[in-house]
């Protein structure tokens, strides 16, 4: 330790500091060791160069950076290694925050964001993905020659972004697209950034409700993505857990990334799900899931003192995001040699699995944790054979 502080030139007051930040975080002891060495290496350029701690921002880490590689250092970090660093100074104030640069759509979708939130109260997962969309609609469709100009939109700008979006996502997908571009084109001509109505310019997409088969997986594939989990690894085994959840128990991707310490109820074999608009539902825990969970939680977690029960297995370890659900699904289906799909195929696959075992839609509807049976009966379809029992034959032709 002694070594370390003397090498670390301005910085050696922030050696265990930075230590502790770092192993709290869940970083390897050979990266925290390496990052240890870039503090040091930073500090004494900060000696030499007579820069002071509180002056250290992005473009002086770039400058310690270019300076490292014209001396010829073998071992030189990129822009990207150099974050935490940063962000542990700045959280002990030894350093100035990141002032970010701030352009007019920037300004725009903050004011958009606010409407959502306190005239529409919509949720945060929604506002998110409202706001994506108009970043993308508006910083591809309002500049003008790099100068932003909203005002500036027409109908035409407005099917174009469509039709390219049709033409990459799915028809529900597509469904999404048309009101998350209605909702920021009636913002604008409310705010009176657009002299037009534009959100009428914006067609529905076609595509109706029971118009095709739920797409559903069979129980053989998926066991088959459950075995081909390597439950030897901190990994396979958190997988392991995500898959059965999605699979047993019909947990959606956000809903799996929500779940916390305190929702697993032990003694009484239950588990509290959150599910869409603050919704909250109490769902029995199978042996088969209670099991992994155990399994996956007996690996320890770093940080200890997450509430969160899923993590990401990198440093810096945090909860996991909604979309690491579906790569998790997806990663499982090219191991298993299975078309690509995502969580929410085991959510149908769920309910036929229900169905085929003689479950009716009520109950169905109960553990899938539907609002409106209407929703569940899409699922009857998938029952062919009692369809086949009960449709009348085409007229003029024999049964």
């Not at 160069?49 to 250290?56: A, D, N, P, V, Y």
């Not at 990207?80 to 660093?85: D, E, I, K, N, S």
């Not at 506002?127 to 027409?154: C, I, K």
């Not at 003689?358 to 539907?370: D, E, K, P, Y």
Request: charged content about 25%.
């Amino acid at each position: 330790m002694s070594g370390t502080r003397r090498k670390a030139g301005l910085l050696w007051p922030q050696v265990d500091g930075y230590r502790a930040w770092l192993e709290q975080r869940g970083y390897a002891p050979g990266t925290v060791r390496n990052m240890l060495k870039d503090l040091g290496g930073v500090g004494l350029w900060l000696s030499v160069e007579s820069i002071e701690l509180g002056q250290l921002d992005e473009a002086r880490v770039a400058a310690f950076l270019l300076a490292r590689r014209e001396t010829g250092h073998r071992r030189v970090p990129g822009a990207r290694g150099m974050v935490p660093l940063l962000s542990y100074l700045r959280e002990m104030g030894l350093t100035p925050a990141e002032v970010p640069s701030i352009t007019p759509l920037d300004v725009l979708l903050g004011q958009y964001r606010c409407w959502m939130v306190q005239e529409r109260n919509l949720a945060a997962a929604t506002v998110h993905r409202y706001e994506n969309t108009a970043r993308r609609f508006l910083s591809e469709q309002a500049s003008r020659d790099d100068v932003f100009e909203p005002a500036g939109l027409t109908g035409a700008d407005v099917n174009a972004f469509l039709l390219r979006e049709c033409g990459r996502v799915s028809a529900g997908s597509a469904k999404g697209r048309v009101a998350e571009l209605r909702s920021i084109l009636r913002f604008l001509y409310l705010q009176s950034i657009t002299p037009l109505r534009l959100g009428t310019a914006v067609p529905p997409v076609g595509g109706w409700r029971l118009a095709t088969l739920p797409p559903t997986m069979t129980p053989g594939d998926i066991q088959l993505l459950l075995d081909r989990c390597d439950r030897s690894t901190a990994v396979g085994i958190r997988d392991f857990a995500i898959i059965l959840l999605a699979a047993r128990l019909g947990l959606r991707s956000i809903e799996v990334a929500r779940l916390q310490l305190d929702d697993i109820d032990w003694r009484a074999g239950e588990l509290v799900v959150r599910g869409k608009a603050g919704r909250q539902d109490r769902l029995p825990l199978p042996a088969e899931v209670g099991d992994a969970l155990v399994a996956y939680l007996s690996r320890g977690r770093n940080p200890a003192g997450a509430r969160h029960l899923f993590l990401t297995c990198r440093a810096p370890r945090g909860p996991i995001r909604a979309d690491l659900v579906g790569d998790v699904v997806e990663r499982a289906c090219k191991r298993a040699g299975l078309s690509r799909v995502g969580p929410h195929r085991l959510r149908h696959a769920l309910a036929g699995e229900l169905l085929a075992h003689g479950a009716g839609l009520a109950a169905i509807s109960q553990v899938l944790r539907h609002q409106d049976l209407a929703t569940t009966a899409l699922y009857a379809k998938v029952d062919l054979g009692a369809l086949r029992r009960v449709a009348q034959p085409w007229p003029g032709t024999a049964r």
